[in-house]
């Protein structure tokens, strides 16, 4: 089979084509003004422990332990951020400010001595005024919880202030177009399907190939225009004198 009658196969059922990436595009629609993406605003922290005065004049690594601590520290900071007790200061803290009724999903990582906290709400305001209580939190109450682990008065100090963002924005367009490409392909599957199902000879070439015999003429097919003037004049030579 040509390439050619691939083609005419595709343009005899070209609605359905159309159809298929149509619905697919719609529904895509659908899907993204009913499930909204949320919000998720990022801090970026720091925990600096602090050198103690040294007593003697020698020589020591007071910098390099400090530097361990900070990473230990970071980690038991990420525990301190996942427990009720902060749990309850960050709601005491932001008590009729926030327009829902939870504080989101907050989660914690760390890069070395540089801790990443991101809020996920659906709300823009609401995840802003999270990741700023966190870090208002621990700057200011921070020794409630680091007594129990470190005896060298450690700092939370912000790296990067929040910022906010849409989750899942920049992939809308990329969404979209992927649900169009793959109705088009499947729009182009049903047609072809369709055309195997079916048991009707259209051209030619079809009819050589089921009868095994050469086509010897072939009426060409009487377009739309000369059909109408076919039907006017047989019209006119009906109408009584």
């Known amino acids: 089979m040509e390439l050619r009658e691939y083609w005419e196969i595709v343009w005899q059922r070209w609605w359905i084509v159309v159809g298929v990436v149509i619905l697919a595009v719609l529904s895509n629609i659908a899907f993204t003004w009913q499930f909204s993406p949320p919000y998720q605003a990022t801090i970026r922290?720091?925990?600096?422990?602090?050198?103690?005065?040294?007593?003697?004049?020698?020589?020591?690594?007071?910098?390099?332990?400090?530097?361990?601590?900070?990473?230990?520290?970071?980690?038991?900071?990420?525990?301190?951020?996942?427990?009720?007790?902060?749990?309850?200061?960050?709601?005491?803290?932001l008590q009729g400010k926030l327009t829902g009724s939870s504080l989101g999903s907050i989660e914690a990582k760390k890069a070395h001595r540089v801790m990443t906290v991101n809020v996920t709400t659906s709300s823009r305001q609401d995840a802003l005024l999270i990741a700023q209580a966190i870090g208002d939190v621990l700057s200011e109450k921070g020794s409630k919880y680091f007594d129990a682990i470190s005896q060298q008065n450690p700092q939370v100090q912000v790296v990067d202030p929040p910022s906010v963002f849409q989750v899942g924005e920049s992939?809308?367009?990329?969404?979209?177009?992927?649900?169009?490409?793959?109705?088009?392909?499947?729009?182009?599957?049903?047609?072809?399907?369709?055309?195997?199902?079916?048991?009707?000879?259209?051209?030619?070439?079809?009819?050589?190939r089921a009868l095994g015999l050469p086509v010897l003429g072939e009426i060409p097919r009487e377009s739309r225009r000369a059909r109408e003037q076919s039907i006017e004049a047989l019209r006119l030579t009906k109408r009584p004198a």
Do not use: C, H, W
Not at 51 to 64: A, H, I, K, N, V
């Open 171 to 208: 992939r809308r367009s990329l969404d979209l177009a992927l649900r169009a490409v793959l109705g088009l392909i499947a729009g182009i599957g049903i047609v072809f399907l369709l055309d195997y199902l079916s048991d009707t000879l259209r051209g030619a070439a079809q009819v050589e």
């Open 45 to 93: 922290l720091a925990v600096k422990p602090q050198l103690e005065p040294r007593t003697e004049q020698y020589y020591g690594y007071d910098e390099y332990y400090a530097y361990v601590a900070s990473e230990f520290l970071v980690d038991d900071v990420i525990q301190i951020i996942e427990s009720n007790a902060f749990m309850g200061d960050l709601a005491a803290r």
